[in-house]
Each structure stands twice: as C-alpha cells, then as structure tokens.
C-alpha cells in the first residue's frame, strides 16, 4: 500500500521559507513522477508543482515559478517543495501526490494515483 506523509508546515511570517516534506512508504518513488498540490480555504485543490522521475524535469504553476523548488532524494524515498517569500496568499493544505509506477515525463492534473493527508501551511501578514 502506497502511502505519502507530508510534514514541514506551519505557522510562519510572509517574507519567510519553509520546507515541505514528503516521505514515500509502502513503495518505491524511483520510478514516478511526483507533485504537489495546494487547497486554500473555501477553493479547490491547485497544481502546484511537479518532477519526473528523475529529477531532470520539473514543472510549475504559474503562481509558484521563481519561489517554488520542487526536488526529489529517490534514495530516501522523498520529495521537497521549498517555498521562498512566502505570501498570505500561500496559505493553504499542501497536499503530495505520486502516478503510478514507471511514468515517464510529466504527468497532467488528473494522473495521480495517490496522495497524502496534507500539511497545513499559514503565512501571518
């Protein structure tokens, strides 16, 4: 059983950083690709971000190009999102997503298979 758990929100100032995890057990990342979503309050779950397989290539949200870095350690079986001058308007669960096995490229909004519980983000003004 795949399970994703991300970890790494909280509560922080604008201007600030955070790093979001999220830990693959059950299975192997090495050869998905994998994304991260995010649902603020009263709208529905945005892309964010994604990365192939690899590492090689990544993707993002026009809202998240230049703060957002998504990275992924296939050896420890885990994912970042790394979030620079965050913004109220970053406020939101960030969700982890993974596609099935052996998917190549980039996957569009709707190919994940499986996702976390989420990870509560909130940027004071």
């Known amino acids: 059983q795949v399970q994703l758990v991300e970890s790494g929100g909280g509560l922080v100032q604008a201007g600030g950083s955070l790093r979001l995890s999220c830990a693959a057990s059950?299975?192997?990342?090495?050869?998905?690709?994998m994304g991260w979503f995010r649902q603020a309050p009263g709208k529905e779950r945005e892309f964010v971000a994604a990365?192939?397989?690899?590492?090689?290539?990544?993707d993002y949200a026009d809202s998240a190009k230049g703060r957002f870095t998504i990275s992924r350690d296939n050896a420890k079986n885990t994912v970042y999102l790394q979030i620079d001058s965050l913004k109220p308007e970053d406020t939101g669960v960030y969700y982890c997503a993974a596609t099935g096995l052996h998917y190549s490229g980039l996957p569009t909004r709707d190919t994940y298979a499986y996702w976390g519980q989420g990870t509560q983000v909130t940027v004071s003004s």
């Open positions: 059950g299975t192997t990342i090495g050869s998905r690709a």
């Open positions: 990365i192939n397989w690899s590492g090689a290539r990544t």
